[in-house]
T-cell receptor, first 116, second 111 residues
Framework: KNEVEQSPQNLTAQEGEFITINCSYS?????LHWLQQHPGGGIVSLFM???GKKKHGRLIATINIQEKHSSLHITASHPRDSAVYIC??????????????????FGQGTILTVHP | KAGVTQTPRYLIKTRGQQVTLSCSPI?????VSWYQQTPGQGLQFLFE???????NKGNFPGRFSGRQFSNSRSEMNVSTLELGDSALYLC??????????FGQGTRLTVV
């Protein structure tokens, strides 16, 4: 079983719909990242969370440390939101790599397609 | 402010050759991490450098190596290339424990 699991793997929506992508992890973490990857490869960091909730424009990310679960929500989705969304965790503890913040463990990604 | 710059963007190499990829971080960022992305394995951590020192290494063979220069620019090297090394190689820079900024990646094809 992967340490970071995302669901769904594929998501298709109509423009304007509210979208939720889920991420569950099985390890202790110090931070969780939500990343966006468009065709062509470039990755954009959307959020870095260690607790609570963050909002940026139409995007909202939440994390529940006790339940080891995070969600990414997109309100009023738009075709330009079509991309792969990836959850990544910075582990806490012996596998954390000391003070290394670059060692991230990634989910398999969620392919989002928003139709006009 | 310029973003993270990776060069080259695309590369085709032959099995057995070696390759060097370059990453220039955002000005002021001293940490550079490298990742490999393949369709089968997804994104995997290769290594991280901070102040010219390797801070952590992922589970990759010794053919994968890297270094960081005094200006924080980083290079990664893959020797004796194998077909399975074909991948998108991404680097990310950060100030320290802050959010990571990723480059566009270098797409390596080994034939």
């Amino acid at each position: 079983k992967n340490e970071v699991e995302q669901s769904p793997q594929n998501l298709t929506a109509q423009e304007g719909e509210f979208i939720t992508i889920n991420c569950s992890y099985s390890v202790g973490i110090s931070a969780l990242h939500w990343l966006q990857q468009h065709p062509g490869g470039g990755i954009v960091s959307l959020f870095m969370l260690s607790s609570g909730k963050k909002k940026h424009g139409r995007l909202i990310a939440t994390i529940n440390i006790q339940e080891k679960h995070s969600s990414l929500h997109i309100t009023a989705s738009h075709p330009r939101d079509s991309a792969v969304y990836i959850c990544a965790v910075k582990q806490y503890g012996p596998n954390a790599g000391g003070t290394s913040y670059g060692k991230l463990t990634f989910g398999q990604g969620t392919i989002l397609t928003v139709h006009p | 402010k310029a973003g993270v710059t990776q060069t080259p963007r695309y590369l085709i190499k032959t099995r057995g050759q070696q390759v060097t990829l370059s990453c220039s971080p955002i000005s002021g960022h001293r940490s550079v991490s490298w990742y490999q992305q393949t369709p089968g394995q997804g994104l995997q951590f290769l290594f991280e450098y901070f102040s010219e020192t390797q801070r952590n290494k992922g589970n990759f063979p010794g053919r994968f190596s890297g270094r960081q220069f005094s200006n924080s620019r980083s290079e990664m090297n893959v020797s004796t290339l194998e077909l399975g090394d074909s991948a998108l190689y991404l680097c990310a820079s950060r100030r320290w424990s802050t959010e990571a900024f990723f480059g566009q990646g270098t797409r390596l094809t080994v034939v």
